[in-house]
């Protein structure tokens, strides 16, 4: 599945069912849930919570180190993904599972609460990687768009903090993300190891998985996953 579909399906899912979520501490009568879903939202974090959820989706990708979405930072990213490469068993394995979303949410959730740098870190390659899979950068011009992700990161980072966004829920907007990659490239002809380290893939049957970057996906999930995420975003704002 091409990079802006993963984003823009993770910014749908965090808008679509993040609120029902956030409020079931409270149906359930175990406000002690609340320290794992973060606080009732405010707009702009449901809007940050969009983005840091559409990077998030992002983030299995990140082993794959001639992908695009490796160049994000330049040499910083490139670096990152080369790591995530080798440690994960090379494109589409340890980083697609079930196991890794679960690692990736619970370790960012213990990050949060313990480091405030490292929620920083987390936030601004979050903010990075969304904006490079929706197309921020200059074809052909690997540091030039480095630059200006750089950029607009650090502006919305800023954007962000001055709105009072506090990142309760990073761990869980993270969790989410991954997630929600791992069930798109389900959905692709190649499918995911979902239950690594167990072997054997996860696919749809009959060959009707979407075939990556191929007319289906350019010419109608991405236009329906982009109006999908402007309606969610309208219905989340609109005072009730
Ligand atoms: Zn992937």
Not at 40 to 68: F, N, R
Request: glycine share 12%; proline share 6%.
């Amino acid at each position: 599945m091409m990079g802006h579909s993963h984003a823009l399906s993770g910014a749908a899912v965090w808008l679509a069912v993040t609120p029902a979520l956030m409020a079931l501490p409270g149906i359930l009568a175990h406000p002690e849930l609340a320290t794992v879903t973060g606080t009732v939202l405010t707009p702009p974090e449901l809007v940050a919570g969009a983005v840091i959820c559409a990077g998030a989706a992002m983030l299995p990708d990140l082993d794959h180190p001639s992908a695009t979405i490796a160049q994000t930072f330049g040499p910083a990213t490139w670096l990152l993904s080369k790591g995530v490469n080798f440690v994960s068993g090379g494109h589409r394995h340890a980083t697609h599972s079930l196991l890794f979303a679960v690692f990736a949410g619970v370790g960012t959730h213990l990050l949060v609460q313990r480091y405030p740098i490292g929620r920083d870190i987390m936030v601004v390659l979050m903010i990075g990687l969304a904006l490079r899979a929706v197309g921020i950068g200059v074809p052909g011009h690997t540091i030039t768009s480095a630059l200006v992700n750089m950029a607009l990161t650090a502006g919305l980072f800023v954007t962000f903090h001055m709105m009072g966004v506090t990142y309760s829920w990073l761990g869980f907007a993270i969790g989410v993300g991954c997630l929600v990659h791992v069930i798109g490239d389900c959905l692709t002809e190649r499918g995911c190891p979902v239950l690594w380290p167990i072997k054997g893939r996860w696919l749809l049957p009959f060959d009707i998985g979407i075939k990556t970057g191929k007319t289906f996906e350019k010419q109608i999930l991405g236009p329906v996953l982009s109006v999908a995420v402007l309606v969610l975003l309208c219905l989340r704002l609109m005072p009730a």
